[in-house]
């Protein structure tokens, strides 16, 4: 694998550099995530907090999510592009949103979580965990 591969919002306020693989990559298909992503799910790369270096500025918001966990939420305050969510609790962890790098051919998803609000038209590929809600 290409590690380190860069990445970058879409106005370059906000760049990283991701060191080492994801611990899993998974696309999430519910309403707030298709929101988010202006499409039918999100895909998110869960990896180890050290593995990321971030540059520039970066807003925060947080949400409670179904679960009554806190989502927190990085973006880019210029082009509104999401970097990264988290959970405070688990501060070993973040979410990246991993469309920002360079090389996307990493990003294959091996669950789809949150099925139960997917859309119609959207056919979930052979050969990956499905899950109705979160897992
Ligand atoms: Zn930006
Ligand atoms: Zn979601």
Redesign the pocket.
Known sequence: MPYPINGS??????TYQLLFEPLMIMACHCNACQKLSTSAFSITAVVAAESVEFNGVMTEWRRTADSGKINGAMF?P????RIYHFNPQESDKIKLKPANLSDTSIIKPTAHVWVSEKQDWYDIPEGVAVYDKQP
């Open positions: 919002c879409q106005c370059g306020g906000v880019c210029t082009c509104g592009n």
